[in-house]
C-alpha cells in the first residue's frame, strides 16, 4: 500500500509555536488543481505546511482521488460538510486537537468546534484523534479516552511532540492510560491488530 502526501496550500487557521510555517511564514498560496497528479493507493492531504481544509476547491481535488486521508485542526468548515464528504468520498479524518475546552498549542483554532466537528465525523464512520502531548495536557488523558469510547468510530493517538523538547513523565503517561482504559472495548472491533488507543511515542 503506497500512501502519497500532497500539501494543496499553504494558508492555515492556527498559529502552533513550533511549526515550520510559524517560524519561517510561506509565501501563501493554493496549489492549482491543474497540477495535481494523484497516485499512490492513498492520497494523503497532510497539513505540515496549511491546512488543507483551506483549499478553497479541495472538493475538485477528492473528485479525482480514489482513498484519501485528510488531516487537519478540525476547526474549518461546519459539522454538515464532514458528513457530507464522509459520505459522498472514501475518506478519512485525521483531527489534530490537544486539548479539551482549550488547546494551547493550535493557537487560534475554535477548540469546542473542532471537538464538535470531530465527533460528529466520527458518527459517519472511522476517524483518527491525533493527540500530541505536551506538560499541561497530559493530565487530560482519562478524559480523552472516555470521549473515544463514547464515539465508536473514534481512535485515539497519543503522539510526542517532535518539536519539543520537554521531559515528559512517560511512565506517569503510561500508567494513566491502562488505569483508564476499558477492557471491553479490547481488542476494538473495527481494527483487531490495534488497540483504539494508540501511543506513539518512544
Known amino acids: 500500500m503506497l500512501k502519497v502526501n500532497y500539501e494543496i496550500t499553504t494558508h492555515c487557521n492556527a498559529r502552533c509555536p513550533t511549526c ?3 517560524q519561517n511564514p510561506p509565501k501563501l498560496s493554493h496549489m492549482s488543481l491543474e497540477t495535481f497528479k494523484p497516485m499512490g493507493t492513498i492520497q494523503k492531504f497532510c497539513g505540515e505546511r496549511g491546512d488543507p481544509l483551506m483549499h478553497p476547491e479541495i472538493e475538485k481535488f ?9 488531516h487537519t ?5 461546519e459539522t454538515d460538510w464532514y458528513a457530507e464528504m464522509m459520505q459522498k468520498y472514501n475518506i478519512q479524518f485525521h483531527f489534530g486537537i490537544d486539548g479539551i475546552g482549550r488547546d494551547k498549542y493550535r493557537i487560534g483554532v475554535d477548540n469546542k468546534k473542532a471537538i ?5 465525523c466520527s458518527k459517519y464512520g472511522f476517524t483518527v484523534w491525533e493527540f500530541t502531548l505536551f506538560k499541561w ?9 472516555w470521549k473515544a469510547f463514547e464515539n465508536r468510530n473514534l481512535k485515539v493517538n497519543f503522539r510526542q511532540n517532535s518539536h519539543f523538547t520537554e521531559d515528559l513523565p512517560y511512565g506517569i503517561i503510561k500508567n494513566l492510560i491502562y488505569e483508564n482504559r476499558i477492557e471491553k472495548d479490547y481488542p476494538w472491533k473495527y481494527y483487531h491488530k490495534s488497540p483504539k488507543i494508540k501511543f506513539d511515542v518512544p
Open 137 to 145: 495536557n497530559y493530565k487530560l488523558i482519562p478524559e480523552v479516552m
Open 20 to 22: 515550520d510555517r510559524t
Open 116 to 120: 464538535q466537528n470531530m465527533v460528529h
Open 62 to 70: 477528492f473528485d479525482q482521488c480514489s482513498t484519501i486521508e485528510v
Open 73 to 77: 485542526n478540525g476547526g474549518l468548515r
